[in-house]
């Protein structure tokens, strides 16, 4: 059960080595041994998304993947987007809207919305809404999510 | 506008403003502070291990081979705990006759339900303690368990508490007028309905959590929690854990969402508690989502019989149910299991002037997780109940639904007045928020469209509901009957020498906006630009004492609060101002950070130049010029039990009659919860109610089998609303602010969950009516659909 393996990997653009136990999942390593705290674990199961991250420019659930398997992987959380100001346009309109109310479920809807947007997705809410889908949001009922997201592909659409 | 400017009106107020969360930056960076981000020096973790049976005598519990694991530093059972906590009994004294047990942290003796805690471990990690409970043998002899909440009273039913002689916890009944008589009458019309309203639970996704470090040279508890009530727990661990209440501190940070989940006393966070004094070492707790499941208070589970007598003019003659609810082994500690069926008698029928009500609530134990108060109490019970049989009447007499609703809404000037129920009402405006949501959700066309649809085999609905909502409760509520909740809440602001002001309140953030609205209050009433506000909320050590946020209780009780604090330290600035400036007090005003002359506006000192001059140069102030520059006030309902608000919502649906399954194609919501303090955070607490109340009303459900285990404990299997699946909401406001306070906020918390289910019912029946269908359970699964077109 106490089994490790060396895993080297890049989290928010710093490069490092760690033993990890085989059975930890990629969230709990970020959340526990790196200290970063803002993906946050929602079911452990795949379904709430609050654990969504970016590895190698996919959106993953940190907790359906391993620590070790992500041994040489790029890994992006929300404090990784912050300070490299991506998806600065993303965050102002989450505020602009009240895309947020406790704020558990933002990370990962974040990273979902931010997928959507970097990948083309058109300003059509229905469209929105089925890629925001697998991330549970209790306390907004989504609008202002949606909200949040077509006003920043109207914004870049005229830029 | 005539009159002098008020504080609602003056050129630096941002009461009645959409301004942005100050605290929303630092969690769209990742920069939140929940409990299970925090790392303290020699941290332990806790798992428990769980009754897998509903209703068990503990025989043995062997712990030898869970001790043997590394890692693992301490295994308590319910035994273990006798001499180190004492019980707690969920009852109060104004519920007449409400009964409960004693219940310990871990369960001694008997297992009451599955999910109850049995055994702690306490280790180096969680997974080092969860591999420790897996190797924990329970030896348990099962005891037939009381499941079906409907044969729960039978003689022949076991009793779960031996020497109550039976299930029941609580009964009581309200009657008003003679209903007998108005349902003996020949004029009437009669629709009795049986509604059922599932069991489901708040799901938050941040799960319960603690984190609990003693230290036993001062005797010193620090509490980190992600709840709603910092200074209840302070009481309830201070009281159960032999501290004075001094030396515990209760901490809540960001909480992960709440709606009443977070509210009440939970055996493993107390036993976390317990294991922290023991030990001398920091215990963290976090539950995982099968834990949430199984032992997250649960709400609802009502059969209802409901029954009302209509003229033919669709005036209500009388309202008559029969409420029965099975609240699990306990009522829960210290609010009690007994306030949901409470509130139904209390609010079904409380929009409509009628005169002839009878009501009486059954409240059973069962072998099941506990019920309590979650988002909205009672709420989409009684509206459900009230507008459903309202609706069916209306379509029995062949009368329009907003016309019935015309007919029987007490009238906008009729205040105040009371309730059938006994409730005391002001300041509502029911018949002005139904002719708002009738104009907004272009009612007549939409009926027209949907007749023709109908022709095409296309089958929607639409569904109204006209309600109240329970907020800023008064001592009433929970005080008199003996619980450590306060019903009055504080807020001090202090000029800081820089010129900004610090508010420190006893109401609570868990993602509501409170800090933000009171940061708005504090800003204009006192005249500082919002950005030199900062806010403390959610700590005993550092706020003013009292209750937190619940009961839609936030802005409508701390805001006033906060405007009378600001207001007061005003006077405070304004007097040492007029020494320094040899002016009249009332000849200056304190606009965007500076005194300025009243009339004019011109700018005579900076606050900071204020500050610095009282806090650093005392000696340029007159001898007798003593200023303090804080200010305190506390504020509680004193008129009423509670400020009612009211609502007018409507669903658009559409019901495919092959499968079943319900599509919400629009939702309107038009609100009266007073004076708006932030518009943009009221319609977010709306929107997000109604897509919980649209959860309970089609998806979501707590599935017991008949020996009392949960079976859909995952979110995979328990289904929540989704983004896919939900409306665009549309709301509007009607604002009728109330007189009990200066602000005249009211609360808006609760008022969706509240309303949704029965609109979304009502609508769900108008589409099957020319099917000669319909439905009054919930959740309106696709299944139950087609059981009532009759396909299955």
């Known amino acids: ?159 | 506008m005539s009159g002098p400017l008020t504080i609602f009106d003056k050129p630096n107020t941002y009461i009645g403003k959409s301004v942005p969360r100050p605290d929303a930056t630092r969690l769209l960076h990742g920069r939140g502070k929940f409990v299970d981000d925090m790392q303290l020096p020699r941290m332990l973790h806790a798992a428990f291990v769980r009754s897998p049976m509903a209703h068990g005598r503990i025989v043995g519990i062997d712990t030898d081979a869970a001790r043997a694991v590394d890692g693992v530093v301490a295994i308590y059972t319910g035994a273990d705990f006798v001499a180190h906590v004492t019980p707690y009994v969920g009852v109060l004294s104004h519920l007449a006759g409400l009964r409960s047990a004693p219940q310990m942290p871990l369960a001694v003796d008997v297992a009451r339900w599955a999910g109850e805690p049995l055994v702690m471990i306490v280790a180096s990690s969680r997974a080092v303690a969860e591999d420790a409970a897996a190797l924990v043998e329970l030896d348990i002899e099962e005891l037939p368990p009381v499941t079906d909440m409907e044969t729960a009273l039978d003689a022949d039913s076991p009793v779960i508490h031996e020497g109550f002689g039976s299930n029941l916890a609580w009964e009581r009944t309200v009657v008003a007028g003679d209903p007998d008589a108005a349902f003996a009458r020949d004029d009437v019309t009669i629709v009795e309905r049986r509604f059922k309203f599932g069991r489901h639970t708040g799901v938050t996704l941040e799960a319960r959590a603690s984190l609990v470090e003693y230290d036993p040279s001062e005797r010193m508890l620090t509490y980190w929690y992600s709840g709603q009530a910092p200074h209840m727990m302070q009481f309830i661990l201070a009281k159960h854990l032999d501290l004075p209440e001094e030396n515990v501190r209760v901490v809540s940070q960001d909480v992960g969402g709440s709606f009443g989940i977070k509210i009440h006393t939970y055996g493993d966070d107390i036993a976390t508690a317990v294991a922290a004094k023991l030990l001398g070492r920091p215990v963290k707790f976090v539950a995982d989502r099968l834990e949430s499941f199984l032992s997250d208070i649960h709400a609802r589970d009502h059969i209802v019989d409901g029954r009302i007598a209509v003229t033919a003019d669709g005036k209500i003659a009388g309202l008559t149910l029969e409420d029965i609810t099975g609240i699990g082994p306990y009522s829960m500690y210290p609010r009690t299991s007994a306030i949901e069926a409470n509130q139904v008698l209390n609010l079904t029928g409380a929009p409509y002037a009628f005169k002839n009500y009878r009501a009486r609530a059954r409240v059973v134990f069962q072998n099941k997780n506990m019920t309590c108060q979650y988002r909205a109490v009672g709420h989409p019970i009684a509206m459900a109940v009230a507008d459903g049989l309202l609706e069916d009447a209306a379509a029995e007499i062949g009368m329009d639904v907003v016309e019935i609703r015309r007919r029987n809404l007490i009238r906008d000037d009729a205040y105040p007045t009371t309730t059938a129920s006994g409730m005391k009402l002001d300041d509502l405006s029911h018949h002005k928020t139904l002719d708002r949501l009738v104009a907004v959700m272009d009612y007549a066309a939409r009926r027209a469209e949907h007749a023709r649809l109908r022709a095409e085999g296309i089958y929607r609905g639409l569904g109204l509901v006209s309600m109240v909502e329970v907020t800023n409760p008064s001592p009433m509520f929970y005080g008199i009957g003996g619980a450590p909740i306060a019903s009055q809440d504080g807020t001090t602001i202090r000029l800081e020498a820089g010129g900004a002001i610090h508010v420190s309140s006893s109401v609570t953030e868990q993602g509501q906006g409170t800090n933000t609205i009171l940061a708005q209050i504090a800003a204009g009433v006192f005249g500082v630009p919002i950005d030199r506000v900062k806010v403390t909320t959610g700590d005993t050590k550092t706020t003013p004492y009292g209750g937190g946020t619940w009961a839609s209780r936030g802005a409508g009780i701390g805001g006033e609060a906060t405007l009378q604090a600001a207001h007061a330290l005003k006077g405070q600035v304004l007097e040492v101002a007029a020494t320094i400036l040899q002016a009249r007090p009332e000849a200056l005003d304190i606009i965007d950070g500076h005194v300025v002359d009243a009339g004019g506006g011109a700018q005579r000192m900076s606050l900071s130049d204020l500050a610095r001059t009282v806090y650093y140069r005392g000696n340029e102030l007159p001898n007798d010029l003593t200023p303090e520059l804080v200010a305190t006030r506390h504020y509680r309902v004193t008129e009423f039990p509670f400020v009612f608000t009211n609502g007018a919502m409507a669903a658009e649906v559409e019901v495919d009659p092959e499968t079943g399954f319900v599509t919400v194609l629009n939702f309107w919501a038009v609100e009266d919860c007073g004076r708006i303090i932030n518009p943009q955070l009221v319609d977010g607490q709306i929107r997000g109610g109604v897509v919980q109340g649209i959860g309970g009303a089609l998806y979501e459900e707590c599935h017991y089998s008949d020996e009392g285990q949960l079976e859909n404990a995952t979110m995979a299997d328990y289904l929540t609303p989704m983004a896919f699946e939900m409306p665009d909401i549309v709301v509007e406001h009607v604002e009728t602010p109330t007189k009990t306070s200066v602000l005249g906020a009211k609360g808006a918390g609760e008022a969706g969950t509240g309303g949704a289910p029965g609109a979304v019912m009502n609508a769900i029946n108008d589409a099957l009516r020319p099917l000669g269908a319909s439905i009054h359970q919930m959740p309106m699964t696709p299944e139950r659909i087609l059981k009532a077109l009759g396909t299955v």
């Open chain 1, 1 to 159: 059960m106490s089994e490790t393996r060396t895993i080297s990997l890049t989290v928010n653009g710093a490069a490092s080595t760690h033993a990890v136990p085989v059975r930890q999942n990629l969230v709990d390593f970020l959340r526990n041994t790196l200290g970063l705290t803002g993906s946050h674990v929602g079911c452990e199961h795949g379904v709430c998304g609050a654990c969504t991250l970016e590895v190698n420019g996919a959106t993953v659930r940190g907790c359906l993947m391993l620590a070790v398997q992500a041994d040489g992987a790029v890994v992006t959380t929300v404090e990784g987007l912050a300070e490299a100001r991506r998806g600065e346009d993303l965050r102002q309109a989450f505020i602009a809207r009240n895309a947020l109310q406790c704020g558990y479920c933002t990370p990962g809807m974040l990273a979902t919305a931010l997928e959507y947007v970097e990948g083309g997705g058109a300003a059509d809410r229905i469209a929105i809404r089925q890629h925001l889908s697998g991330n549970y949001c209790r306390c907004t009922g989504y609008q202002s999510i949606v909200d949040a997201v077509c006003d920043v592909i109207d914004g870049r659409a005229h830029r």
